[in-house]
């Protein structure tokens, strides 16, 4: 199982914080949490910095990165304010 955190945006507006899903490429992840939290949407990740595994994963081809059993991956957002 790889296990999905989610920080920011995404906890504070979908109330989830964690969920465990089936290993696979990253768009198969997106996927299951999509069903998993059926009111959020693909574009909530559009821009989400992910990490997999405490590292910043860039140029991100979701069906090329590829999670294993025991990968934890964050979706966040970088939010600011004053």
């Given at each position: ?79 600011g304010g004053g």
């Open positions: 199982m790889v296990t999905v955190r989610f920080l920011n945006l995404l906890r504070s507006t979908y109330k989830v914080e964690q969920l465990q899903v089936l290993a696979g490429t990253l768009s198969e992840v997106i996927n299951q949490v999509l069903v998993l939290v059926s009111k959020m949407k693909k574009e909530d990740f559009d821009q989400a910095a992910i990490f997999v595994n405490q590292m910043k994963i860039n140029h991100i081809d979701y069906d090329k990165e590829i999670l294993k059993d025991g990968d934890v991956v964050v979706f966040t957002h970088f939010v």
